[in-house]
């Protein structure tokens, strides 16, 4: 599947694990944080994908939930499972703020109005 159909078919999906552990000494990420701000899904990162958790901390200011979403493979289904329904819906609009605020950030260095 292709374009929106692909955001629907992921939103299938309540939550991801961003994991890259080989582009993680270029400090570079994948547009799955994204795709997942996106389709309204709950992001874990992988600690080894993100040393220093810098995607996670773009988004939060909670060191709590923060310590909740950057994970292991250890520690990811423990982890889903201790969060509440008032967390996740925090979560979720907290993402929904992130990539929105990214897209104005780069509509407004190009002038852009991006959709």
Same mark, same amino acid.
């Given at each position: $599947?292709?374009?929106?159909?692909?955001?629907?078919?992921? @939103?299938?999906?309540?939550?991801? $694990?961003?994991?890259? /552990?080989?582009?993680? !000494?270029? =400090?570079? +990420?994948? $547009?799955? *944080?994204?795709?997942? @701000?996106?389709?309204? #899904?709950?992001?874990?990162?992988?600690? #080894?994908?993100? *040393?220093?958790?810098?995607?996670? /901390?773009?988004? !939060?200011?909670?060191?709590?939930?923060?310590?909740? &979403?950057?994970?292991?493979? =250890?520690?990811?289904? *423990?982890?889903?499972?201790?969060?509440?329904?008032?967390? =996740?819906?925090?979560?979720?609009?907290? #993402? =929904?703020?992130?990539?929105?605020? &990214?897209?104005?950030? +780069?509509?407004? #260095? !190009?002038?852009?109005?991006?959709?």
């Amino acid at each position: $599947v292709f374009g929106d159909k692909y955001i629907d078919r992921l @939103a299938l999906s309540r939550c991801t $694990v961003y994991c890259c /552990r080989d582009l993680a !000494y270029l =400090k570079m +990420i994948t $547009v799955r *944080p994204y795709e997942a @701000a996106l389709a309204m #899904q709950i992001l874990f990162v992988d600690r #080894q994908s993100d *040393p220093n958790c810098e995607i996670l /901390r773009q988004i !939060y200011d909670s060191h709590e939930i923060i310590n909740k &979403l950057y994970t292991t493979e =250890k520690t990811i289904v *423990p982890a889903y499972l201790s969060l509440t329904d008032e967390e =996740k819906r925090f979560i979720l609009q907290k #993402q =929904k703020d992130w990539y929105i605020s &990214l897209k104005k950030k +780069i509509g407004a #260095q !190009y002038n852009v109005n991006l959709r």
